[in-house]
C-alpha cells in the first residue's frame, strides 16, 4: 500500500487568535503576527517532511481575489471576497482528500466537526501549537549536536580483527 502524502492546513486567524504571543503581536501590527505564523509554521513544515498550506480570510476585503504566495515551501493563500478560510479548507478536503492525509488546524469546533466528516484530521490550535514548539526544540537540539566537533579516529573505522593484527605487528620486533 502506498503511503498518502501528508498535508497541514492551517486556519490563519483562528491561529493567530488562539495563541497568546501572536494575540500579542496582532494589537500592534496585523502583518507581523501573519509573518510569525507564517515562519513557525514553515519550519515545522520543513522539519516533517509535509506540505502545508496557511489559509488566510480576506472575505471583508472588497473586490478581493484569491491569491496564492509561498513562504520557503509553505503556500500561503487569501480566500477571496466573501469566501472564508473554512470554505476554502473544506473544498481542499473534497477535492485531494482521497489523494492526501490532511490535516486541518483550527480551533473552531464546527470546522473540525465538517473536515472529520469529510475524511480530514483535526487539530486543535493548542495541539498545534504544542507540535510547532516540539519541533523548533529538537531543531535547536540538533543544530547544537551538529556543532560538536565529532572525533573522528581511525581505529573507530576500522575492524576490530584487522585492528589486532595491526597491533601485533607494531609489536614484533
Known sequence: MDVLASYLLVDGYNIINSWEELKEIQKYSLEDARDKLMELIENYRAYKGIKAILVFDAHL???SKEKHLTYGGLEVVYT???????????????????????????????????????????????????????????MKERYKLSKIPKIDNLEDRIDKNILEELEKMRREP
Not at 83 to 112: H, M, P, R
Open 61 to 63: 476585503v472588497k473586490g
Open 80 to 138: 477571496k471576497e466573501n469566501q472564508i478560510a473554512d470554505e476554502y479548507i473544506e473544498k481542499f478536503v473534497d477535492e485531494y482528500g482521497k489523494l492526501y492525509y490532511i490535516t486541518v488546524a483550527t480551533s473552531d469546533w464546527l470546522e473540525q466537526q465538517v473536515v472529520l466528516g469529510r475524511g480530514a484530521v483535526r487539530i486543535s490550535s493548542r495541539e498545534l501549537k504544542r507540535e510547532v514548539y516540539k519541533a523548533k526544540k529538537a
